[in-house]
């Protein structure tokens, strides 16, 4: 999946904000897999506010998912985030520091 289109996205992953390690590309398939299913939904829920319902619930249900600390399943949220050794918290509250910050950006006109 692409993050030109997604403002901030690439700084959530920038040099200057994570382990060395991160900013690198995953070497191994299943970081690789996971790494993406990760920039997906963070992708899902930085992008502009859609208003058909498919968009909505898909924006919901990433939502819940990356505030969920369930880790009965090998894909949630927090067993991502061990498997590519940062923090949970502190993906989320980059995710919301990004939510706010693209809320206070007005379009040009």
């Not at 990433?62 to 399943?73: A, C, I, M």
Request: aromatic share 6%; hydrophobic share 40%; glycine share 2%.
């Amino acid at each position: 999946m692409t993050t030109d289109h997604i403002p901030g996205l690439e700084a959530l992953w920038s040099d200057s904000v994570l382990p060395e390690h991160l900013a690198s590309r995953p070497t191994t398939p299943e970081e690789r897999l996971a790494r993406a299913v990760l920039d997906d939904a963070i992708e899902v829920v930085l992008a502009p506010m859609r208003f058909n319902r498919a968009a909505r619930k898909l924006r919901k249900r990433t939502e819940h998912w990356l505030g969920s600390d369930d880790v009965n399943w090998p894909y949630s949220f927090v067993n991502i985030c061990h498997g590519l050794a940062v923090d949970p918290m502190w993906v989320r509250n980059r995710v919301h520091e990004l939510q706010a910050a693209s809320r206070h950006v007005r379009p040009a006109a």
